[in-house]
């Protein structure tokens, strides 16, 4: 009987010991389960974080090509985690080809909007202290409206201005860039007034919808109405935006008509621009430039 009792206890002793080791097994598998899909779930948020980035800034890419008056963004620096996603660069503008004006600009894959200056403070940014281009929509009266034409005369003619044109009133885009003088260089033109606000406000230059006659480096295009097509196609695709849509089946179907421009010239030929469809001049970027010899 104590043989039996002996032998009984010790296959307690062998049971509880196999259930310890079963014990032990199982929560190192747990851990080691919960250790690699932990690791799996922080992969999956990376690369969700990276696809949402990734849309995010085509779409702000494409929204660049089609608003901003000679508002070029330049190449984003991207910081891709687990838990955020965020990307930064710089917008410019463009004299002479040389990038002037910068403001830094952040974004992340959460909000999709461009992080910036926030609202402009009248004519100047407030995040840069940049001047800011100012367009009037033809036929709206406004209770102030700004012409910056009479102080290009007192600028130094060493220097190259950048200048925001209003127009008069709507006009083909082939005869207005026929009348600009040969001095005289365009660099972007704007045909979305008619959608826009009119309210006694006018269109800052972050916000003009129009077509740039130059890539983001200064080169001009071979074919800027097919370029600004396929770019606002695109835009429109990813986000459905109904004023960009209506401009693009103006353009597509061959009526490109203007109500303004972003072009640079030597002051004293700016000031003596007499067009009669310019209604107000607008100066933003003014730099030195000795290169060539002025009149």
Same mark, same amino acid.
């Given at each position: 009987?104590?043989? +039996?009792?002996?032998?009984?206890?010790?296959?307690?002793?062998?049971?509880?010991?196999?259930?310890?080791?079963?014990?032990?097994?199982?929560?190192?598998? *747990?851990?080691?389960?919960?250790? %690699?899909?932990?690791?799996?779930?922080?992969?999956?948020?990376?690369?969700?974080?990276?696809?949402?980035?990734?849309?995010?800034?085509?779409?702000?890419?494409?929204?660049?090509?089609? @608003?901003?008056?000679?508002?070029?963004?330049?190449?984003?620096?991207?910081?891709?985690?687990?838990?955020?996603? /965020?990307?930064?660069?710089? %917008? @410019? *503008?463009?004299?002479?080809?040389?990038?002037?004006?910068?403001?830094?600009?952040?974004?992340?894959?959460?909000?999709?909007?461009?992080?910036?200056?926030?609202?402009?403070?009248?004519?100047?940014?407030?995040? !840069?202290?940049?001047?800011?281009?100012?367009? @009037?929509?033809?036929?709206?009266?406004?209770? %102030?409206?700004?012409?910056?034409?009479?102080?290009?005369? /007192?600028?130094?003619?060493?220097?190259?201005?950048?200048?925001?044109?209003?127009?008069?009133?709507?006009?083909?885009?082939?005869?207005?860039?026929? /009348?600009?003088?040969?001095?005289?260089?365009?660099?972007?033109?704007?045909?979305?007034?008619?959608?826009?606000?009119?309210?006694?406000?006018?269109?800052?230059?972050?916000?003009?919808?129009?077509?740039?006659?130059?890539?983001?480096?200064?080169?001009?295009?071979?074919?800027?109405?097919?370029?600004?097509?396929?770019?606002?196609?695109?835009?429109?695709?990813?986000?459905?935006?109904?004023?960009?849509? +209506?401009?693009?089946? /103006?353009?597509?179907?061959?009526?490109?008509?203007?109500?303004?421009?972003?072009?640079?010239?030597?002051?004293?030929?700016?000031?003596?621009?007499?067009?009669?469809?310019?209604?107000?001049? !607008?100066?933003?970027?003014?730099?030195?430039? @000795?290169?060539?010899?002025?009149?």
């Amino acid at each position: 009987m104590k043989r +039996e009792d002996e032998t009984f206890q010790l296959d307690r002793d062998v049971v509880k010991k196999a259930r310890r080791s079963s014990y032990r097994k199982m929560i190192g598998m *747990s851990a080691i389960v919960l250790f %690699v899909g932990g690791l799996a779930a922080l992969v999956l948020l990376g690369a969700w974080n990276s696809w949402s980035l990734h849309r995010t800034l085509v779409e702000e890419e494409l929204r660049a090509s089609v @608003y901003g008056a000679n508002r070029h963004v330049g190449t984003f620096d991207e910081s891709v985690g687990p838990v955020t996603a /965020r990307a930064e660069t710089v %917008v @410019y *503008s463009l004299v002479r080809g040389r990038p002037v004006d910068h403001e830094r600009w952040t974004t992340d894959a959460s909000h999709r909007t461009l992080l910036h200056d926030g609202e402009t403070g009248g004519r100047f940014s407030q995040q !840069s202290g940049r001047k800011v281009k100012q367009l @009037y929509v033809p036929g709206v009266t406004y209770e %102030v409206m700004e012409d910056d034409q009479p102080k290009l005369e /007192r600028m130094p003619r060493t220097t190259v201005a950048e200048v925001a044109v209003s127009f008069t009133k709507e006009e083909p885009v082939e005869s207005w860039l026929r /009348r600009v003088p040969d001095s005289v260089t365009p660099l972007w033109v704007w045909f979305g007034s008619q959608g826009a606000n009119e309210e006694d406000e006018p269109v800052t230059d972050e916000w003009a919808l129009g077509m740039s006659l130059v890539d983001d480096a200064g080169v001009p295009y071979d074919d800027p109405v097919a370029t600004w097509i396929e770019d606002a196609t695109r835009y429109v695709d990813a986000t459905d935006d109904a004023f960009v849509r +209506e401009q693009l089946e /103006r353009v597509t179907k061959g009526n490109i008509a203007v109500t303004g421009a972003v072009v640079t010239g030597r002051p004293n030929v700016l000031a003596t621009w007499n067009d009669p469809s310019i209604r107000t001049m !607008s100066i933003g970027a003014v730099i030195d430039d @000795y290169e060539e010899e002025t009149t």
